[in-house]
């Protein structure tokens, strides 16, 4: 498969809000699970399945995104044949009215230049560890024109219905419908927001739409399609999880105080782990006095208090005394001597000072922006 | 190839068959420490944060593991263009081929790796220390002073002088002796087996010394005496930081659990001299709700279901529930059982502890066959690397348990 596909991932998703956390990264940036940045799931996925050339679009907010990746080579594509590359955003149109259909065109020159005859085609913030083989597979054997990956759904919350899309598939595996953020549910088969193709039917198909004047990836380039097209969909049987505002978000990561998840999603051999920036963080110092439970906790921090139900990023200091629970505390942040934190996200380098005490609900949790002073 | 003003060389080669079954399959400076890092971490670690960009590493003993290790040294930073890291094992040439004879030899052996970088100076160094230490304050001194070697020493206590390489000096540095384990030592400065040469003077000197047949082809034991002989100039510089021989179980053993003083004689979170280690891709660590951790490191990739008290777990390590770890170092990818003790203990990378199995204990009943004092000193007690010990089993103290206790 190495040889024959490279990956495109979107590092923005219009759909997604995660509110002040992308006030000023990219969503391919949002810090989750204690070091990794959300594109490092999707990113290891394709460096493990033997993806060796990725292309990234971007938009302005490109900063901490460029920052994390470098030069790729934290995931072994710091290539002289392949390897990673940003995609500029065309500053000719405004970010937020760009649609799937045009970040694909502003990669036409990359596309070309690229050897691989097939592209996978992903959004950054599903997360999952798929290699993509079976994909390639799926879509050999039927001779398809496009293979889309989804996975299968219970029943969803109305309000959550209008983050879905889901595939009408008939015995064959192939796409006979697709709905596209319903009022009501018919179906279950939620589409993960990737598609495998053949790189010259892209280019034909996005040219064709942006000649007609259409932007939308999963409205006119694939459904528009489904008669035209032979598209087939492979079944994910593994754990996901879109992330595409704070409570998903909140709720991936306290997903992985759940060994299932985290053996799954980080894998127990050493061909499917998810790779991120290395950082070389000492181990974390654990205190006389401390008392942690159901926790993650990256290296280079130093815990004295309590912590409990708690995602803790590299570089966290928590000070004797201090209860943190249920909460999420990103990289560099200091919470001093005998402060109390409930159902929170701290962003990175977030300082609060002695005895304060910030207490979000369980289902709204507070948010602290960067490098806030409290 | 761009000329370079100092080139270091690092002598790997040791086996350091005093840490006993931890060395068995790996060179001493492969040696995992402090929960992150391998003992040669400290020697690459300083020369990059020194400003040294070229950098041989002499290998010999059981070098496949440090060779992996080091790779293409980008940990370091040290995959470079011009210079970085270069791994030089003995090799067979036309005339000849050798191992390496001493620590003096394999410098003599690598003449012509140093000479394509033209150096001015060579910094030669041990990759058996735990130090942080900058190279380029004492190059500066080696320049001031004009010397053709500059030796760093470090004041060791009186009592304990009779175990290293003394140097005497005059009220300068200037060394005007030196005595290898001297049984009346003058004097208590110690050498750290780091050492300055200006180039083409040792050269000279390892040339002459190779044709020398009664000579042990030593640094310490020859080429330094000679040059003092023959009245060149070598100057001690004096390092008043935190230098850890981790030769034996127990030093080894000490060194880490030194890290968890409340004020360590040596900082490794130093955010500026920052110790570099290749990093497994490995997620956070995980305590659960039946953990208890205290006074403790605690690195990726761990689960801890158990109670971890003054200890140090490296990267993978797995904890069962009720497994207790008691002033303990436990290296990558080891599996503590359910209620399993652990106490003053070193087990080995990817060892399995069956459940309820005692380490280290003094009760009656205990194996005995592994107590191996020479090695486990200070009741301190070694599982060597990829042993597993069934369910039930008791060790005793000062044991080295060296192959598996199967069911």
Redesign the interface.
């Known amino acids: 498969m190495h040889n024959s596909t490279l990956g495109l991932i979107f590092s923005e998703n219009p759909e997604a809000n995660l509110g002040d956390l992308t006030n000023l990264r990219a969503l391919a940036a949002v810090p989750v699970g204690g070091r990794y940045r959300i594109i490092d799931f999707i990113l290891s996925n394709m460096v493990n399945t033997g993806i060796a050339n990725v292309g990234i679009t971007t938009t302005s907010k490109m900063q901490s995104l460029t920052d994390h990746l470098g030069t790729g080579k934290d995931w072994d594509l710091a290539r002289k044949q392949n390897g990673l590359f940003i995609l500029p955003h065309n500053e000719a149109y405004d970010s937020n009215k760009q649609y799937g259909v045009d970040y694909i065109y502003n990669a036409f020159s990359y596309l070309r230049r690229s050897r691989q005859d097939y592209v996978l085609v992903s959004d950054c913030n599903t997360i999952c560890n798929l290699t993509y083989e079976d994909v390639e597979k799926l879509h050999m054997e039927k001779d398809a024109d496009i293979t889309m990956v989804y996975t299968k759904v219970g029943q969803i919350e109305d309000r959550r219905l209008k983050r879905h899309i889901f595939l009408d598939v008939d015995k064959d595996g192939r796409v006979t419908d697709m709905e596209l953020y319903p009022t009501v549910q018919k179906l279950n088969n939620s589409y993960m927001h990737m598609f495998y193709i053949k790189k010259s039917l892209l280019l034909e198909l996005v040219g064709d739409c942006i000649a007609h004047g259409k932007h939308k990836l999963n409205a006119d380039l694939l459904m528009s399609n489904i008669d035209k097209l032979k598209i087939y969909a492979y079944e994910f049987e593994g754990y996901s999880k879109t992330i595409d505002n704070i409570k998903t978000y909140f709720g991936f990561n306290l997903d992985l105080l759940k060994k299932e998840v985290r053996d799954e999603l980080f894998g127990t051999k050493d061909d499917d782990r998810i790779y991120t920036k290395v950082k070389d963080m000492v181990p974390t110092k654990y205190g006389k006095n401390s008392c942690v439970t159901n926790s993650i906790i990256a290296d280079g921090c130093v815990i004295e208090g309590q912590v409990k139900n708690c995602i803790i990023f590299r570089g966290v200091k928590i000070g004797e005394g201090a209860v943190v629970e249920n909460s999420i505390i990103m990289q560099n942040s200091q919470i001093m001597e005998n402060c109390l934190v409930e159902n929170a996200i701290f962003d990175k380098e977030v300082i609060l000072r002695e005895g304060k005490k910030l207490v979000g609900q369980e289902t709204y949790p507070v948010i602290i922006g960067k490098r806030v002073v409290v | 190839m761009r000329s370079k003003e100092c080139v270091a060389m690092i002598l790997a080669g040791g086996q350091g068959s005093r840490l006993g079954a931890l060395t068995k399959k790996v060179a001493k400076p492969a040696v995992p420490f402090?929960?992150?890092y391998r003992i040669i971490d400290f020697p690459l670690s300083n020369c990059t944060h020194s400003g040294i960009d070229t950098v041989g590493v002499l290998t010999q003993y059981q070098p496949l593991e440090l060779n992996t290790y080091i790779g293409s040294g980008?940990?370091w930073d040290l995959d470079r263009k011009n210079g970085g890291v270069y791994v030089l094992p003995p090799y067979v040439s036309a005339e000849k081929g050798e191992w390496y004879k001493g620590t003096a030899n394999a410098i003599y052996q690598n003449i012509g790796f140093v000479d394509q970088f033209d150096p001015e100076y060579v910094v030669i160094l041990s990759g058996d220390h735990i130090y942080k230490m900058d190279y380029a304050k004492m190059l500066k001194a080696h320049k001031k002073a004009n010397a053709d070697a500059t030796i760093a020493v470090i004041e060791v206590p009186w009592d304990e002088a009779s175990r290293f390489g003394i140097m005497n000096t005059d009220e300068n540095l200037k060394i005007v002796e030196f005595e290898e384990k001297p049984k009346k030592p003058k004097s208590n400065l110690a050498s750290m087996g780091v050492y300055v040469f200006t180039w083409k003077v040792l050269k000279k000197y390892l040339i002459e010394d190779e044709k020398d047949v009664n000579s042990d082809n030593d640094f310490g034991k020859n080429i330094i005496p000679k040059m003092l002989e023959n009245g060149k100039k070598l100057m001690a510089h004096r390092f008043d930081g935190y230098w850890k021989d981790v030769g034996t179980i127990q030093s080894l053993w000490d060194a880490n659990m030194e890290l968890l003083d409340d004020a360590p004689a040596m900082n490794?979170?130093d955010k500026d001299w920052?110790?570099?280690?290749k990093?497994p891709?490995?997620?956070?660590?995980?305590?659960?709700?039946t953990?208890?951790?205290?006074?403790?490191?605690?690195?990726?990739g761990c689960?801890i279901d158990g109670m971890v008290e003054h200890s140090?777990?490296s990267e993978g390590v797995v904890v069962e529930e009720g497994a207790k770890i008691i002033d303990s170092v436990i290296l990558p990818g080891a599996h503590i059982g359910r209620d399993a003790v652990i106490k003053k203990a070193i087990v080995g990378t990817g060892a399995v502890i069956g459940k309820n199995v005692k380490i280290g204990t003094e009760e009656i009943g205990a194996i005995e066959d592994f107590v191996n004092t020479k090695i486990c000193a200070a009741d301190i007690t070694l599982v060597a690397p990829e042993v597993k010990i069934k369910d039930d089993v008791a060790i005793a103290k000062n044991s080295m348990v060296t192959k598996s206790i199967k069911a």
């Open positions: 402090g929960g992150k980008q940990p490794i979170s920052r110790i570099f280690s990093n891709a490995k997620p956070p660590h995980y305590i659960s709700n953990a208890v951790v205290k006074n403790c490191y605690i690195t990726e689960e140090i777990l």
